[in-house]
């Protein structure tokens, strides 16, 4: 019979000669019969060669009538052709024969000698039609043909395997029967779970099999599946892993006919989840376990499981399609025929404002791209938002379809722009003109053409058209489409074609105090010198000095609200205070008072008003903490209860920040009882109050446990009335928060700068901070707060606290310190990062200046920066090579500067370093040998570095080094 006949792989089974005839129960020809196979393949035993000849039928009764029945074949099996050396056929065929390896001949082996042992048989290598060992092996298979269809060699002989296919004539089925894998129990045992996932993926792999006898006990239904499924499959089709190989579930897919195969097998000894929902079925739907592999729970894979799927495609998306000619035109006219893409500046696609401040100008890009090759032409369209009529600036073309332009930003709010592209009909008309004048073509056609568009222009350009027509002479006519009026005029008066016109990009444009200012922090209870006498804001009035000569434009206060007795702190964070201690000022709210009072001991809001005016003479502005907190005796929580999130038994759950606890403080909830609107408007009403008493920046302490829809609206409502008033996000979390708060409106942050002390973190960190975030997210560089002494100025050493303020005052525009830093105090609570004797549980006194202070050091920093705007920005920073893991070497880059700031900064506060270091010559223009005009911006010197590379020497006690450099 034919085998094979319908293309599918080939499934056979293989029982061993002797089992038939002794009648063995793992080969029961009805059961073997309906397993599915095509083929059943009858083993001979090792004795047929050279026993007596077969004549006597091999078969069991029954077994060739049911498998004629199944529609299968018989195949016999012939074991390796082995025979002994003195067989007749050996000896007359001996060239057909492999040699004794030992003995290099044909002769039989010495027993005596065991290097001479072999295995006392000739392999046979090779036969040729028509010889000794061909007609033999015919005269041997002829009673075998009666009874068997077809006629296999061993497995892996292959010159025996050519020579039946002689012998028995090309296009048998033997080949797919010695290629396919083979199954079987190698004479142990496997477990159902083992032979099962084996069948799987022979169903899988779709290439056929062969089966040992006794293999199928206990899984004859997945047996019967795995052939079911070979009928249907075709030969090699491609198996696709859909998870990687430390995934709890292997999960491989086949597709046949446009249907799907899938084999999950279970990596794990426990049950998993096994459903559509649940596997990665790569666009297959109405998974349908296969019977045989369908395991004992439907939504589930046992330990070490193994299932099966038939799936199908899952049914694609049927659009909705134009049903008419005005449908189809409708469609026509919204799309746009010119795309204006990929907008630069942006921050996430316009749904937030990209920042910018008062006199920068606004640099716009934009990727502008329509079919063929018309010509293009863009403006950027800028408005502030109390504006009716966008202010339009042109747009250059650079090269990839890029477009470019800016505009200058003159006024404080929030702007927008947009950006217009349009098919430039004459202006493509004038570019093909001109490359074909250049070429010394015949243009009398294109100049009636051009004719045609200046005509059709309008009345206005009438001049033109009456010029053109009072010359015949060519060269006249040409030159009049090239000229620079007629160009003018054209874009005036043309209405542009195909006009599109991006989404709009909002704009926050703030006042310069946003990017750049040196901000100083104090208590000013601690402005006195006596401790047992707190100080009050009239005292602060002499500290503004001694603070202006710093450098500082910015004095921020801790709060100034009352503080809450009930749970007061005493020192450091004990919760046994005295009755004299002041406790902590983030516990807002008594008696006298909440967030829009004064704490009755710092004195009155006149006193305030009196502050703030002294300290604009100074130069400097005031900064207040903006805490959304409340001590538990608040005068919110009886007037307001609503606002906040009551236990069952009547009390409240105090603050907390793991592992620190906050037992003197409670919070407000933002979406509870009547808090919307009530608490919202409370909380904008206090920000307008102290905005109407002249405080224009607000440092917000913990923003990012607050409300995100909650800071948009209230900082929108402040700016609304007050758009020079700038928020400090104090959110010490992690950087997706952080983000979301300056794109909500914060106009700077606090950062990760506080621990970020080695090159490799400080380079990363600052490559962080001028990437996308950069349109949106100012960072301010505190080197210290009341709440962080950071480990790295611990060690007390002098060296420290420089570095710290050099990296502090030159990476970043906004530089701040917290006072005592510039006295380098570091006394910590043992193993944390909190002052010992912390002032936000006590009065702390101090001097102005003390032996091995930094306050020179600091007063020279904020002097370079505000003489150089490109320390006034976090942005332009470069890293270049500085051959010293120790040693963090950058410049600055400043808009409209074309000279550059290097710092230099050795990061070990304990030893000197040096290094060779680059000199950035390439940014001029410059070769490696070439010279540049220095400065040291610290001794004041002016010379000139020749060469490339340089070298420097830092030593604690002047761990840095700053200069400018230029061309000349």
Excluded at 841 to 853: A, S
Aim: charged share 25%; with cysteine; hydrophobic share 40%.
């Amino acid at each position: 019979m034919p085998l094979n006949a319908t293309g599918a792989p080939m499934r056979a089974c293989i029982i061993d000669a002797v089992s038939l005839q002794a009648g063995s129960p793992d080969v029961r020809p009805g059961e073997i019969a309906g397993l599915g196979f095509d083929l059943l393949v009858v083993r001979l035993n090792p004795g047929f060669y050279g026993g007596p000849r077969p004549d006597e039928d091999i078969l069991p009764d029954g077994l060739k009538e049911a498998a004629q029945r199944a529609g299968q074949a018989l195949a016999a099996e012939l074991p390796p052709l082995l025979l002994d050396a003195d067989h007749p056929i050996a000896r007359a065929e001996p060239r057909a024969f492999l040699p004794n390896p030992a003995t290099g001949s044909l002769g039989a082996t010495d027993p005596r000698r065991p290097e001479t042992l072999h295995d006392g048989r000739l392999r046979l290598a090779r036969a040729e039609p028509g010889s000794a060992v061909a007609d033999w092996l015919a005269g041997l298979l002829a009673p075998l043909a009666e009874q068997f269809d077809l006629v296999l060699p061993p497995p892996g002989e292959v010159a025996l395997g050519r020579l039946l296919s002689t012998l028995q004539g090309e296009g048998n089925a033997s080949a797919g029967i010695e290629t396919a894998p083979r199954i079987g129990l190698n004479g142990g045992t496997l477990s159902v779970e083992d032979r099962r996932a084996a069948l799987a993926a022979i169903a899988l792999e779709g290439r056929g099999w062969i089966m040992e006898a006794g293999y199928g006990d206990g899984v004859a239904d997945a047996v019967r599946a795995t052939n079911a499924l070979l009928r249907r499959a075709g030969a090699g089709d491609p198996v696709r892993r859909l998870t990687g190989p430390a995934a709890d579930l292997d999960v491989r897919l086949t597709r046949r006919g446009g249907e799907g195969l899938l084999l999950v097998r279970n990596r794990t000894g426990e049950s998993l989840a096994c459903t559509a929902e649940t596997l990665p079925a790569a666009g297959l739907t109405g998974l349908t376990p296969v019977p045989g592999f369908d395991g004992d729970q439907p939504d589930s894979i046992g330990p070490h499981g193994v299932r099966l799927f038939a799936a199908r495609p899952s049914a694609s998306v049927r659009p909705k399609r134009a049903r008419a000619s005005q449908d189809l035109k409708a469609a026509t006219a919204a799309a746009a025929r010119v795309v204006v893409d990929n907008l630069d500046p942006s921050v996430d696609q316009g749904t937030y404002a990209v920042k910018r401040v008062v006199g920068d100008r606004l640099e716009v890009e934009a990727d502008v791209v329509t079919d063929g090759h018309e010509q293009l032409a863009a403006a950027l369209l800028v408005k502030a938002d109390d504006e009716a009529d966008w202010r339009r600036y042109p747009m250059e073309a650079l090269p990839n379809d890029r477009f470019a332009g800016s505009a200058p930003l003159l006024r404080l709010g929030r702007h927008a722009y947009v950006v217009e592209a349009w098919i430039d009909e004459w202006g493509g008309f004038v570019r093909d003109f001109r490359k074909k004048l250049d070429a010394g073509l015949d243009l009398s056609l294109e100049v009636r053409e051009g004719r045609a568009l200046i005509e059709a222009a309008g009345s206005a350009l009438k001049s033109f058209v009456t010029e053109l027509d009072a010359t015949d002479e060519a060269d006249a006519r040409a030159m009049l489409m090239l000229r620079d009026d007629l160009h003018a005029a054209m874009e005036a008066a043309v209405t542009p074609r195909f006009l599109t016109r991006s989404h709009v990009q909002p704009v926050e444009v703030e006042r310069e105090a946003a990017r750049f200012s040196s901000w100083y922090e104090l208590f000013p209870r601690s402005q006195t010198d006596d401790k047992a006498r707190p100080g009050k804001l009239l005292d602060v009035i002499g500290a503004l000095p001694r603070v202006q000569a710093m450098g500082f434009d910015t004095l921020y206060f801790t709060p100034i609200h009352p503080i809450g007795r009930r749970n007061r702190k005493g020192p450091n964070n004990t919760l046994t205070p005295g009755p004299d201690d002041v406790g902590s000022p983030y516990a807002i709210g008594a008696a006298e008072g909440g967030h829009a009072d004064i704490h009755p001991e710092l004195g009155t809001l006149e006193d305030f008003r009196t502050l703030v005016a002294a300290a604009a003479e100074h130069g400097l502005e005031i900064a207040l903490d903006f805490a959304i907190q409340c001590a538990p005796d608040h005068p919110w929580l009886t007037e307001h209860p609503g606002w906040f999130a009551w236990r069952p038994d009547g009390s409240m759950k105090y603050a907390e920040n793991p592992p620190k606890k906050y037992q003197d403080i409670v919070n407000v909830d933002f979406y509870t009882g009547d808090a919307v609107p009530g608490l919202w408007l409370a909380l904008r009403d206090v920000v307008l109050f102290w905005a109407g008493e002249g405080v224009r920046v607000f440092r917000v302490d913990n923003p990012h446990t607050k409300p995100l829809p909650f800071w948009r609206w209230m900082i929108a409502e402040v700016k609304a009335a007050y758009p020079d008033v700038l928020f400090l996000s104090e959110a010490f979390t992690r950087p997706k928060p952080m983000y979301q708060l300056a794109k909500v409106g914060f106009s700077q942050s606090y950062t990760y700068f506080t621990w970020r002390n080695t090159k490799a973190e400080l380079t990363e960190y600052l490559t962080q901070l001028n990437g996308p975030v950069r349109e949106f997210f100012r960072p301010h560089f505190f080197v210290n707060t009341p709440d962080i002494n950071p480990y790295f100025l611990q060690s007390g050493t002098r060296a420290a606290f420089l570095i710290r303020a050099a990296l502090g005052a030159t990476l970043s525009g906004l530089f701040g310190v917290y006072a005592g830093f510039e006295l380098c105090e570091f006394e910590a609570l043992p193993g944390r990062e909190e002052y010992l004797d912390s002032e936000k549980y006590e009065v702390r006194v101090r001097p102005d200046r003390r032996p091995g202070d930094i306050v020179d050091e600091i007063t020279q920093l904020n002097a370079l920066r505000r003489d150089h705007p490109h320390l006034q920005s976090h942005l332009g920073v470069t890293f270049h090579n500085a051959f010293n893991d120790q040693i963090l070497y950058f410049s600055k880059t400043a808009p409209g500067h074309e000279d550059r700031i290097l710092v230099a900064v050795n990061l070990d506060p304990h030893h000197p370093q040096e290094a060779d270091f680059e000199v950035p010559l390439w940014e001029f223009g410059l070769g490696d040998g070439d010279s540049v005009a220095v400065e040291d911006l610290l001794e004041g010197h002016a010379f000139r570095w020749t060469g490339k590379t340089q070298h420097l020497r830092l030593t604690p006690e002047r761990p840095y080094a700053i200069w400018r450099i230029s061309k000349s």
